[in-house]
């Protein structure tokens, strides 16, 4: 029934931007709070950046709070990810969640299928 799917995702240069989209369905969008994760290979998923479910509270990690942007839009049932100034280690599958407040994906309880996200150098 619940659905997250990730989009905008793809290969970019160093230094350039993406815009990520979430779009949720089966759930009551505006209950949530809305995180977006991402994994590399052979690494832990790591927290960035969450947002609450008025959309007026913003959460980010510090490695990435400079260039990284979340918002949503509740009227689309939808989460957003901008990405700019993209760096090699960036790459990785970026994934969004919806869930309680927190940075630890053991708050959240659905996840979208990921979208891959590849910087070259």
């Known amino acids: 029934q619940v659905q997250l799917v990730e989009s905008g995702g793809g290969l970019v240069q160093a230094g350039g931007s993406l815009r990520l989209s979430c779009v949720a369905s089966?759930?009551?969008?505006?209950?949530?709070?809305m995180g977006w994760f991402r994994q590399a290979p052979g690494k832990e998923r790591e927290f960035l950046a969450g947002i609450s479910q008025s959309g007026y509270d913003s959460y980010y990690i510090d490695s990435v709070k400079s260039r990284f942007t979340i918002s949503r839009d509740n009227a689309k049932n939808t989460v957003y990810l901008q990405l700019n100034n993209l760096k090699p280690e960036d790459t990785a599958v970026y994934y969004c969640?919806?869930?309680?407040?927190?940075?630890?994906?053991?708050?959240?309880?659905?996840w979208g299928q990921g979208t891959q996200v590849t910087v070259s150098s």
């Open positions: 089966g759930l009551t969008f505006t209950r949530y709070f």
């Open positions: 969640a919806a869930g309680s407040r927190g940075s630890y994906a053991s708050s959240y309880d659905y």
